[in-house]
């Protein structure tokens, strides 16, 4: 089986392939490398794809439609299609909001517009997020829920490639499940996210900055998790026109200042944190109800904080190291 792979050389995109490539499978792997953080850690990502059997890559945007629709014809062997391709980053969107647009809905859009001229597409799974929740008070969060008051341009963008997703499962039968991902960590991850940045501080001695002291609470979902439940609900084709929207978090809502905690006690040294306010981006909690994903593919998170930290550090302080 063929998948087609968007956002290969990113964090959650380098688990998911391998993955993929550990049971067999080839994986058709497209990332523009955008410089949006370091290059040389999504090169660094796709130089272990690379040397796996099975792995093809091709460099490109998946907003540039005359590039990527010629994909479609030139590799009718794709059966299943996972977009994780993506402008991520909560707080960054209030910097660039072009860039989410561009590629968070026109990427998506081209995406879809690829899946359609797919002769053999049994499925396409694509990254959404929790942000789709906005502020939203009832816990734990259940996609029955409403989420049409994004309070970042980020989940705007997500929200509406769902929207747009649901369309095209309406017009045309494509066969889609959206995957609403619950602040993924883990070895290989991203340096804009608090895990990376709060180690990097506690490191060299510089201040962590808690938003409101730390009280926010997140569902903090190890990487494995989330690349195996990935591959549950790709094994599992939803009906073409009925689209999917699915949670996927580990289901345990976490004050940021435990998870600091966590990280001091996996890297043994203590942190000097600042309070600051929270930004207008962010919320107060997210925690994710995660029956429905259990109930299609048997998804069960399956990786505590205290056991996913130290994974993610000691990989972290070897990374520091020079890989
Ligand atoms: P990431 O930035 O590490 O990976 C995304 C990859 O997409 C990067 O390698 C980037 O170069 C590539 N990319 C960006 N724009 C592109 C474009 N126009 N064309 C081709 N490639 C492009 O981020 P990630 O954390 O691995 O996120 C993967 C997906 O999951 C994204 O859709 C993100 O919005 C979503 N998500 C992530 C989290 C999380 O906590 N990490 C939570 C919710 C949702
Ligand atoms: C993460 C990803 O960055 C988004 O791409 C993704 O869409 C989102 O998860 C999601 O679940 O949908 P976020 O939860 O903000 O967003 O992840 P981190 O940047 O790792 O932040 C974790 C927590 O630490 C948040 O509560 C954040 O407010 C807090 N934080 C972050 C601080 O207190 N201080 C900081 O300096 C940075």
């Known amino acids: 089986m063929t998948v087609l792979l968007t956002g290969a050389a990113g964090f959650i995109g380098l688990h998911v392939a391998e993955a993929l490539l550990a049971r067999g499978e080839r994986v058709l792997a497209v990332d523009n490398l955008s410089p949006y953080y370091d290059v040389r850690l999504k090169r660094a990502r796709l130089a272990r794809l690379e040397a796996l059997a099975g792995f093809t890559f091709v460099e490109a945007n998946v907003a540039d439609r005359e590039v990527m629709l010629p994909l479609a014809a030139a590799h009718p062997e794709v059966t299943r299609v996972v977009h994780l391709a993506a402008q991520p980053g909560v707080r960054h969107s209030l910097v660039d909001p072009f860039a ?8 998506h859009l081209v995406v879809l517009e690829v899946a359609r001229r797919l002769p053999r597409l049994e499925h396409l799974v694509y990254a959404s997020s929790s942000s789709v929740y906005g502020g939203n008070r009832k816990l734990p969060f259940a996609e029955g829920d409403r989420v049409d008051h994004p ?3 980020y989940a705007a963008t997500k929200r509406a490639a769902e929207l747009v997703s649901e369309s095209y499962a309406h017009l045309f039968g494509l066969p889609q499940t959206g995957l609403r991902f619950f602040t993924v960590y883990g070895p290989w991850g991203r340096p804009d996210m608090a895990p990376w940045m709060f180690a990097e ?6 201040p962590v900055t808690l938003y409101d002291g730390g009280r926010l609470k997140r569902d903090f979902t190890f990487v494995d998790d989330i690349a195996a439940g990935v591959l549950g609900c790709l094994d599992h084709p939803a009906e073409g026109s ?3 929207l699915l949670n996927i978090g580990n289901n345990r809502s976490v004050e940021v200042r435990r998870f600091v905690e966590v990280l001091e006690d996996a890297l043994g040294r203590r942190a000097v944190v600042v309070d600051t306010p929270r930004p207008a981006t962010d919320v107060e909690e997210t925690f994710a109800d995660i029956s429905a994903i259990q109930a299609l593919c048997g998804f069960t998170p399956r990786t505590p904080i205290e056991v996913g930290v130290p994974r993610f550090t000691s990989w972290y302080l070897s990374w520091r190291e020079g890989g």
């Open 242 to 244: 009925a689209p999917r």
């Open 151 to 153: 309070v970042s341009l």
């Open 100 to 107: 989410y647009v561009e590629a968070n809905v026109m990427g």
């Open 201 to 206: 501080a506690i490191l060299t001695g510089r």
